[in-house]
């Protein structure tokens, strides 16, 4: 019976030298996995133009239709993206999104991408709706906001690295 | 009947009457063959490969001239050594045709092939893209790799504005040319054509404005990439994320078959938009063509801010807002007690059922119920129209059309179109104008006749006749034709089938009415009565002109007097104060005025009250045409919050004045309708609903073959029977024009033009530019004399009152004569003495 306890014992005072695997969450954070699909990132290209160019495939591919986009037509006085169109509304209901990654694969220019944030609770059904200024990355250093003043004829493809679709 | 002839297309037997094309025959046992050049409403040209098949023909002997037989008796089929066309090879007796062996595959695949090496394959931001032809096929029939160097393709304009509605992507353009031969062969106006050749080919304008056509927004619809794109639906939406609903267009009479697209927007608040209006199949009617205002106005003004959406009540002489409760209320205690003396006056962009109960309010009431329309002869249409089965697509050789005071293209493009189109066929086309119009072209017989003579020259027409049906009346002698008159009448009467659509050139009421009437004589006379394709039409000039008069609205002369002695006047979807000032002065005098509108026209703002309404697309109901073919149109989007459809103010109104009405719902409207205007008997919104199979089959899963146009499944409408039998010559008092052009005397003469300053059009964007300010237009000599040049700001002089309007100089107009369009802004309505002076000149 001794020897029950002082096996059980010694157990629990190996556990207490030992380091840890419990993190102090929120303080500490564990980073994720490279393939972790966390809320959505909408990318910039370096010069600043959002690579979004609106064409509601993401929207289409999307199982739980938490995608919604609206798009216009970009001038060279105000370029949002390269091409012609661009997207004027972009959300997503992150309570109806089930981060199957979908509308990153169906995006043609890679703009949407799961990032790793997962740190999504809300108060109301309203606020689960991310807007395209919530989703969308800052400009990187050297870049400009949208919408750009551009030279003309400059900014003409949509899908600007598209040389064979093989690729 | 064409001879019947049999063949085989991929294993299945068909039988197609003779002359039918391989693609034509093969769709209707349900076998695709893909195409891109060809379209099922125009002649094959065989331009871009893509309909190649295997063709088989039974080998014939030399010597017997019968097919030879193999050892089991079945005919020796001969292949060619290459491919053929299946869209300019029309099927013989026993063919075989096959369009899925191997050799057909590789064609497809090596034509897609080429058709992409310069193709931008910008699919994502295409406009087309999710029901584009050349997507689908590629999809279906592509080689899915290509030969050809990504580097080497074409980069062209992506944003070539055609004109102000049309959008070019040249690279997206594959040259299959249906555009250009829409354009030249249904339209017969060549404004887009090809420029360059071979790799450089492209769509280029030739007209100034661009492409100037009204029905430039058809060849969108046939465009079998995205080259062609509008500019209101540019990057509107995805095709998957529209849904249509069915609606019928409400700007004119012909009645053309429309799908409102719509989709929920972010914004407009998470509301349902229309985002495109495509045309809807009804070969019938429109085929599968729209007109420009259909696809560009017909919608736009609901969504207008300008909309009204609470009622309104003159309180110290101010508008202010009200409970509907109230406003309804102080409209019926009004009403009541102005019985016997009120007058309804409403416009023809009503529906049917909100007709009909206004109709039985004013009739409780006993009111007079009047009709807002500048030509007469409603009456007459509903006795001698087209009969049940009219199809002006059918009117070919050996028939007779006779347009008469009509700009039929300005009034009803898509009968202009099928008159047109008659007109190729073979048949005999009578233009009756003063002036050229763009009808001209097509005419058999032209006549000409001074502005207000149009009556004497139906009844010179009659006189020429060799009648032997009945002694013409003595009154008829003193018109005596000339040859040309006597030329056309023996060709009207000769033909199998005669029409007459009468317009509004020049027109007013009392005017009309005995046009109306010589008509009538002259379908009489020559039997052109009382069976399919035989009547007369009215061009009206509204969409619902026709079920007005069939509701019992009646115009009137008298409008002045009428609203200035009436103890209450009840404006519905009409502005008479905004289209003739002296109409603002008698409503001023009427004790009590109720305008239910969409917009705060002038009209309303000197009303007693004020009361919003439903919008055509947010509602439900009918229209009749003017070849009397009451169709149905569905709700598509929702209506602002306070609004309430027509005929359910009429009802509540009715309800509170003591009189039984229906307001719950258009159908319950419409089948008391039925069961008390006679002519309506027996129909119901099911009847109207339902569909039979047309030619050619469009709008499935193949959208290569007809184009984007919707398949008609909610409802080809009912052609009502004429209603009368009596067939008698009507007594016609023509007069003489009251004003005689003398030496320098001008006559003003009111025209009709299709994009106007009209309540449901200016608020469109896309049409903004289009819709011209007030002009006038004179010919050369006239302007000469007034020593002024085109497009000189000018002022007319009309009764006492001054215009600004610009001088437009059209070799078309005859001499001394001023034509001012109608709805832009110069309130003439009748033939009238008028005068042109220079524009004071306003320092800026
Ligand atoms: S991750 Fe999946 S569910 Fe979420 S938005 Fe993208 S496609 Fe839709
Ligand atoms: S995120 Fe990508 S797929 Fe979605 S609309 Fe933008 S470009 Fe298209
Ligand atoms: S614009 Fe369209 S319809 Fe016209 S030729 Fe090009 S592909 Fe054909
Ligand atoms: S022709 Fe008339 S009914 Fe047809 S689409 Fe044009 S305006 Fe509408
Ligand atoms: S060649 Fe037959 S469809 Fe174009």
Same mark, same amino acid.
């Given at each position: 019976?001794?020897?029950?306890?002082?096996?059980?014992?010694?157990?629990?005072?190996?556990?207490?030298?030992?380091?840890?695997?419990?993190?102090?969450?929120?303080?500490?954070?564990?980073?994720?996995?490279?393939?972790?699909?966390?809320?959505?990132?909408?990318?910039?290209?370096?010069?600043?133009?959002?690579?979004?160019?609106?064409?509601?495939?993401?929207?289409?591919?999307?199982?739980?239709?938490?995608?919604?986009?609206?798009?216009?037509?970009?001038?060279?006085?105000?370029?949002?993206?390269?091409?012609?169109?661009?997207?004027?509304?972009?959300?997503?209901?992150?309570?109806?999104?089930?981060?199957?990654?979908?509308?990153?694969?169906?995006?043609?220019?890679?703009?949407?991408?799961?990032?790793?944030?997962?740190?999504?609770?809300?108060?109301?059904?309203?606020?689960?709706?991310?807007?395209?200024?919530?989703?969308?990355?800052?400009?990187?250093?050297?870049?400009?906001?949208?919408?750009?003043?551009?030279?003309?004829?400059?900014?003409?493809?949509?899908?600007?690295?598209?040389?064979?679709?093989?690729? | 009947?064409?001879?019947?002839?049999?063949?085989?297309?991929?294993?299945?037997?068909?039988?197609?009457?003779?002359?039918?094309?391989?693609?034509?025959?093969?769709?209707?046992?349900?076998?695709?063959?893909?195409?891109?050049?060809?379209?099922?409403?125009?002649?094959?040209?065989?331009?871009?490969?893509?309909?190649?098949?295997?063709?088989?023909?039974?080998?014939?002997?030399?010597?017997?001239?019968?097919?030879?037989?193999?050892?089991?008796?079945?005919?020796?089929?001969?292949?060619?050594?290459?491919?053929?066309?299946?869209?300019?090879?029309?099927?013989?007796?026993?063919?075989?045709?096959?369009?899925?062996?191997?050799?057909?595959?590789?064609?497809?695949?090596?034509? *897609?092939?080429?058709?992409?090496?310069?193709?931008?394959?910008?699919?994502?931001?295409?406009?087309?893209?999710?029901?584009?032809?050349?997507?689908?096929?590629?999809?279906?029939?592509?080689?899915?790799?290509?030969?050809?160097?990504?580097?080497?393709?074409?980069?062209?304009?992506?944003?070539?504005?055609?004109?102000?509605?049309?959008?070019?992507?040249?690279?997206?353009? #594959?040259?299959?040319?249906?555009?250009?031969?829409?354009?030249?062969?249904?339209?017969?106006?060549?404004?887009?054509?090809?420029?360059?050749?071979?790799?450089?080919?492209?769509?280029?304008?030739?007209?100034?404005?661009?492409?100037?056509?009204?029905?430039?927004?058809?060849?969108?619809?046939?465009?079998?990439?995205?080259?062609?794109?509008?500019?209101?639906?540019?990057?509107?939406?995805?095709?998957?994320?529209?849904?249509?609903?069915?609606?019928?267009?409400?700007?004119?009479?012909?009645?053309?078959?429309?799908?409102?697209?719509?989709?929920?927007?972010?914004?407009?608040?998470?509301?349902?938009?229309?985002?495109?209006?495509?045309?809807?199949?009804?070969?019938?009617?429109?085929?599968?063509?729209?007109?420009?205002?259909?696809?560009?106005?017909?919608?736009?003004?609901?969504?207008?801010?300008?909309?009204?959406?609470?009622?309104?009540?003159?309180?110290?002489?101010?508008?202010?807002?009200?409970?509907?409760?109230?406003?309804?209320?102080?409209?019926?205690?009004?009403?009541?007690?102005?019985?016997?003396?009120?007058?309804?006056?409403?416009?023809?962009?009503?529906?049917?059922?909100?007709?009909?109960?206004?109709?039985?309010?004013?009739?409780?009431?006993?009111?007079?119920?009047?009709?807002?329309?500048?030509?007469?002869?409603?009456?007459?249409?509903?006795?001698?129209?087209?009969?049940?089965?009219?199809?002006?697509?059918?009117?070919?050789?050996?028939?007779?059309?006779?347009?008469?005071?009509?700009?039929?293209?300005?009034?009803?493009?898509?009968?202009?179109?099928?008159?047109?189109?008659?007109?190729?066929?073979?048949?005999?086309?009578?233009?009756?104008?003063?002036?050229?119009?763009?009808?001209?072209?097509?005419?058999?017989?032209?006549?000409?006749?001074?502005?207000?003579?149009?009556?004497?020259?139906?009844?010179?027409? #009659?006189?020429?006749?060799?009648?032997?049906?009945?002694?013409?009346?003595?009154?008829?002698?003193?018109?005596?034709?000339?040859?040309?008159?006597?030329?056309?009448?023996?060709?009207?009467?000769?033909?199998?089938?005669?029409?007459?659509?009468?317009?509004?050139?020049?027109?007013?009421? !009392?005017?009309?009415?005995?046009?109306?009437?010589?008509?009538?004589?002259?379908?009489?006379?020559?039997?052109?009565?009382?069976?399919?394709?035989?009547?007369?039409?009215?061009?009206?000039?509204?969409?619902?002109?026709?079920?007005?008069?069939?509701?019992?609205?009646?115009?009137?002369?008298?409008?002045?007097?009428?609203?200035?002695?009436?103890?209450?006047?009840?404006?519905?979807?009409?502005?008479?104060?905004?289209?003739?000032?002296?109409?603002?002065?008698?409503?001023?005098?009427?004790?009590?005025?109720?305008?239910?509108?969409?917009?705060?026209?002038?009209?309303?703002?000197?009303?007693?009250?004020?009361?919003?309404?439903?919008?055509?697309?947010?509602?439900?109901?009918?229209?009749?045409?003017?070849?009397?073919?009451?169709?149905?149109?569905?709700?598509?989007?929702?209506? !602002?919050?306070?609004?309430?459809?027509?005929?359910?103010?009429?009802?509540?109104?009715?309800?509170?004045?003591?009189?039984?009405?229906?307001?719950?719902?258009?159908?319950?409207?419409?089948?008391?309708?039925?069961?008390?205007?006679?002519?309506?008997?027996?129909?119901?919104?099911?009847?109207?609903?339902?569909?039979?199979?047309?030619?050619?089959?469009?709008?499935?899963?193949?959208?290569?073959?007809?184009?984007?146009?919707?398949?008609?499944?909610?409802?080809?409408?009912?052609?009502?029977?004429?209603?009368?039998?009596?067939?008698?010559?009507?007594?016609?008092?023509?007069?003489?024009?009251?004003?005689?052009?003398?030496?320098?005397?001008?006559?003003?003469?009111? #025209?009709?033009?299709?994009?106007?300053?009209?309540?449901?059009?200016?608020?469109?964007?896309?049409?903004?530019?289009?819709?011209?300010?007030?002009?006038?237009?004179?010919?050369?000599?006239?302007?000469?004399?007034?020593?002024?040049?085109?497009?000189?700001?000018?002022?007319?002089?009309?009764?006492?009152?001054?215009?600004?309007?610009? *001088?437009?100089?059209?070799?078309?107009?005859?001499?001394?004569?001023?034509?001012?369009?109608?709805? *832009?802004?110069?309130?003439?309505?009748?033939?009238?003495?008028?005068?042109?002076?220079?524009?004071?000149?306003?320092?800026?």
């Amino acid at each position: 019976m001794l020897k029950e306890i002082v096996r059980g014992l010694s157990t629990t005072f190996r556990q207490i030298f030992e380091k840890p695997v419990t993190i102090q969450y929120p303080e500490v954070k564990r980073p994720v996995r490279p393939r972790f699909k966390g809320r959505h990132i909408l990318k910039r290209y370096d010069n600043g133009l959002e690579k979004c160019i609106g064409c509601s495939l993401c929207a289409a591919a999307c199982p739980a239709d938490a995608i919604f986009v609206e798009a216009a037509e970009n001038t060279d006085e105000l370029r949002y993206s390269p091409g012609e169109r661009y997207a004027s509304t972009y959300e997503i209901n992150l309570l109806r999104c089930i981060f199957c990654g979908y509308c990153e694969d169906a995006c043609p220019t890679e703009a949407i991408i799961l990032g790793d944030n997962y740190e999504l609770s809300f108060t109301d059904r309203r606020s689960a709706i991310y807007t395209k200024e919530m989703l969308i990355e800052p400009v990187k250093p050297g870049g400009k906001p949208t919408p750009q003043k551009v030279e003309p004829g400059k900014f003409t493809r949509s899908i600007p690295d598209m040389q064979d679709p093989q690729d | 009947m064409a001879q019947l002839i049999s063949l085989m297309i991929d294993d299945k037997p068909v039988k197609v009457p003779e002359g039918t094309l391989i693609v034509n025959a093969a769709k209707k046992v349900g076998i695709d063959i893909p195409v891109f050049c060809y379209h099922p409403k125009m002649e094959p040209v065989g331009m871009c490969r893509m309909c190649l098949v295997e063709i088989g023909r039974p080998q014939i002997d030399r010597e017997t001239r019968k097919p030879v037989l193999d050892e089991q008796g079945n005919p020796v089929i001969q292949f060619g050594p290459k491919l053929e066309t299946a869209c300019t090879t029309p099927v013989s007796e026993g063919m075989v045709v096959m369009g899925m062996s191997d050799k057909v595959k590789k064609g497809r695949q090596d034509i *897609l092939e080429f058709l992409l090496t310069s193709h931008p394959l910008d699919c994502p931001i295409c406009d087309k893209g999710g029901e584009c032809p050349l997507q689908n096929l590629t999809m279906e029939h592509g080689p899915g790799v290509s030969r050809f160097l990504y580097d080497e393709k074409m980069h062209l304009a992506k944003h070539y504005p055609l004109g102000d509605l049309i959008l070019l992507d040249r690279e997206r353009c #594959i040259q299959c040319g249906r555009c250009v031969r829409f354009q030249d062969e249904i339209v017969g106006e060549p404004v887009i054509g090809f420029e360059q050749r071979g790799r450089s080919l492209q769509i280029e304008t030739f007209s100034d404005p661009g492409f100037d056509s009204y029905y430039s927004g058809n060849t969108t619809d046939i465009c079998p990439v995205g080259a062609l794109t509008t500019t209101d639906f540019r990057f509107g939406a995805r095709p998957w994320e529209l849904k249509p609903v069915a609606s019928v267009c409400s700007q004119c009479p012909v009645g053309c078959n429309i799908t409102y697209n719509i989709r929920r927007e972010a914004r407009a608040g998470g509301r349902y938009v229309i985002k495109r209006v495509l045309p809807r199949q009804h070969e019938e009617v429109n085929e599968i063509w729209i007109c420009d205002k259909a696809r560009f106005a017909g919608y736009q003004y609901a969504e207008s801010p300008e909309r009204l959406t609470r009622p309104m009540l003159r309180r110290n002489g101010e508008l202010v807002e009200s409970s509907w409760d109230e406003a309804l209320q102080v409209v019926a205690e009004r009403f009541k007690a102005a019985t016997g003396g009120l007058v309804t006056y409403a416009g023809g962009r009503l529906s049917n059922e909100d007709l009909f109960n206004l109709k039985q309010l004013t009739e409780g009431l006993k009111g007079q119920a009047i009709l807002k329309s500048s030509i007469g002869g409603g009456v007459l249409v509903a006795q001698m129209g087209v009969a049940k089965g009219t199809d002006l697509g059918k009117l070919g050789a050996g028939d007779a059309i006779l347009v008469i005071a009509s700009d039929l293209q300005e009034e009803a493009p898509i009968w202009w179109l099928r008159v047109k189109q008659a007109a190729d066929r073979g048949a005999t086309l009578i233009v009756v104008n003063p002036r050229q119009t763009r009808l001209d072209r097509f005419a058999t017989h032209t006549l000409r006749y001074d502005y207000g003579s149009e009556t004497a020259t139906v009844l010179a027409m #009659i006189n020429a006749l060799e009648s032997k049906k009945t002694r013409l009346p003595d009154w008829l002698a003193k018109y005596r034709p000339n040859r040309f008159q006597t030329a056309a009448a023996k060709a009207f009467a000769g033909a199998k089938n005669g029409i007459i659509l009468f317009g509004q050139e020049g027109m007013d009421l !009392p005017r009309s009415q005995e046009l109306a009437l010589a008509c009538a004589n002259l379908l009489f006379l020559t039997d052109h009565l009382g069976s399919p394709n035989n009547g007369l039409i009215g061009v009206w000039e509204s969409a619902n002109t026709q079920g007005a008069w069939d509701m019992g609205f009646r115009p009137s002369t008298e409008l002045k007097e009428m609203f200035s002695s009436a103890r209450a006047v009840y404006v519905v979807a009409a502005d008479p104060a905004g289209d003739d000032p002296s109409l603002a002065d008698a409503l001023e005098q009427s004790e009590f005025v109720v305008v239910q509108e969409l917009f705060l026209t002038s009209t309303a703002r000197l009303a007693d009250v004020v009361l919003p309404v439903t919008a055509q697309p947010e509602r439900e109901g009918t229209y009749t045409t003017g070849e009397r073919r009451v169709q149905r149109f569905f709700p598509a989007i929702p209506a !602002p919050g306070g609004v309430i459809p027509d005929y359910e103010i009429a009802a509540r109104i009715g309800e509170r004045s003591g009189l039984k009405m229906e307001n719950r719902a258009a159908s319950l409207v419409f089948a008391q309708l039925a069961a008390r205007v006679s002519d309506y008997e027996g129909l119901s919104y099911r009847s109207l609903a339902e569909t039979h199979e047309q030619w050619p089959i469009i709008g499935r899963d193949d959208l290569y073959y007809g184009g984007t146009a919707y398949e008609n499944t909610q409802g080809l409408g009912v052609q009502l029977m004429p209603s009368s039998q009596k067939r008698k010559i009507f007594q016609v008092n023509w007069q003489e024009p009251p004003v005689r052009v003398s030496g320098k005397g001008l006559l003003g003469v009111p #025209i009709t033009r299709l994009y106007d300053r009209g309540a449901t059009v200016t608020p469109s964007r896309s049409l903004a530019s289009r819709v011209p300010g007030p002009f006038i237009l004179v010919n050369e000599t006239t302007a000469q004399k007034l020593d002024m040049h085109n497009d000189a700001p000018v002022q007319l002089m009309l009764a006492g009152s001054a215009y600004s309007a610009m *001088l437009r100089v059209d070799t078309a107009v005859p001499e001394s004569v001023v034509l001012v369009p109608r709805s *832009l802004g110069i309130p003439l309505s009748e033939l009238q003495p008028v005068d042109i002076r220079v524009a004071e000149t306003t320092p800026a």
